[in-house]
């Protein structure tokens, strides 16, 4: 699969190169994101700004993508959905909370999450 990929000091930003996220690329994707090199210590966003549309795997991918993320103790921005892929990740997972429009709250949301964690950390 064939990724746009840019890369910031705190941040990864992963556009898949792709019209479709379906059960032939699903696994695929989730794991080629994964394990790309650049994402160890930085936060992510997912720019789906290509994608089209989504099966029930696709949807899955992106989520088990964003949870990874936070299980790894870093944040996670999906960004770019349009509204058809926008609903059914917020209804297939209630929890995910950083889906947002534009790629500039996409990097908000997530150097907001990184300072709060970064004070957290100071006050223990």
């Known amino acids: ?4 990929i840019d ?6 930003v992963v556009q898949p190169q ?15 994101v994964s394990e790309l ?3 160890e210590g930085r936060n992510l966003i997912l720019d789906m700004g290509l994608v089209e ?10 989520l088990t993508v964003y949870h990874q993320q ?13 509204s058809t892929l926008t609903n059914a990740l917020k209804n297939a997972d209630d929890s995910v909370y950083n ?13 907001m999450e990184d300072l709060e964690r970064e004070l ?5």
């Open 1 to 4: 699969m064939e990724f746009k």
């Open 7 to 12: 890369t910031k000091e705190k941040i990864l």
């Open 18 to 32: 792709i019209k479709q996220l379906d059960a032939n690329l699903s696994a695929g994707f989730t794991k080629e």
């Open 37 to 39: 090199p650049d994402l």
């Open 53 to 62: 549309n989504a099966d029930e795997s696709g949807i899955k991918a992106i």
């Open 70 to 82: 936070y299980d790894s103790g870093l944040s996670c921005a999906v960004t770019g959905l349009n």
């Open 99 to 111: 889906v947002v429009p534009t790629m500039s709250e996409a990097i908000d949301m997530v150097m």
């Open 120 to 124: 957290l950390q100071d006050e223990e």
